[in-house]
């Protein structure tokens, strides 16, 4: 069975501050996926990383895909109110399935 | 509407009680999953389904569960005799054709057992 482990699970910061939210599993992934959700809302998605070592830019947003391509993490930079959310990882197994595991979660809180 | 549309929005069943829930993919797109969300943590994978391939139900956590999905468009999700711990938020996601595409989530179905 494929895991996603998110961390921290929990993250509340000041306005301005930067933070890092890490997605781990031991196994390899196609590509993996970055989504944001809000209360009452479906995740909707801010980024997809397909080759390891990738790293995208979204505007305050790095996204990296790690080199073996079990691992990515989000970094935000100056974070900002309207950051707040659950952010989740999504991964696509290897193996030429369509199925799509999701990380644990982390729910994060930008304090004004 | 042009996006995923998710049937009833929220949902109080007895417990012992069948459920049935609705997604309304976005048209044109060829894959749907549905996922449970238990107090707003990650999602669990229950089925999908891809073109007319038959559907990977690898995530049911039972018997009691069921999916489908009539002409390739809209799915039910069945949950029979309902138990507490099948309260959570269910999503549906459908995806376009293409390697990558993202998940068009919908607003979920809010099941609370009682």
């Known amino acids: 069975t494929q895991l996603l482990e998110q961390s921290p699970q929990f993250l509340s910061i000041q306005e301005g501050e930067n933070l890092t939210v890490y997605c781990n599993s031991s196994?390899?992934?196609?590509?993996l996926q970055w989504y944001r959700q809000e209360p009452g809302e479906g995740p909707v998605l801010l980024v997809t990383?397909?080759?390891?070592?990738e790293v995208k830019k979204l505007k305050r947003l790095t996204f990296q895909f790690g080199d073996a391509r079990k691992d990515s993490s989000l970094h935000i930079t100056a974070a900002q109110p309207g950051d707040t959310g659950l952010y989740l990882c999504?991964?696509?197994?290897?193996?030429?399935?369509?199925?799509?595991?999701f990380g644990t979660g982390t729910r994060l809180k930008v304090l004004a | 509407g042009a996006g995923v549309s998710q049937s009833p929005s929220n949902k109080v069943t007895e417990k012992g009680k069948d459920v049935e829930l609705r997604c309304d993919p976005i048209s044109g797109h060829t894959a749907l999953y549905w996922y449970r969300q238990s107090l707003g943590q990650g999602l669990e994978f229950l089925i999908y389904?891809?073109?007319?391939?038959?559907?990977?139900k690898s995530g049911l956590p039972s018997d009691r569960f069921s999916a489908e999905r009539t002409g390739g468009s809209v799915s039910t999700l069945t949950i029979q005799r309902t138990q507490q711990e099948d309260s959570a938020v269910y999503l549906c996601a459908s995806v376009p054709p293409g390697g990558y595409s993202p998940l068009h989530f919908g607003n979920g179905t809010r099941l609370t057992v009682t």
């Open positions: 196994s390899v992934f196609s590509s």
């Open positions: 990383v397909v080759t390891g070592g």
């Open positions: 389904f891809q073109g007319n391939s038959a559907p990977d």
């Open positions: 999504a991964g696509r197994g290897a193996t030429g399935t369509y199925k799509y595991i």
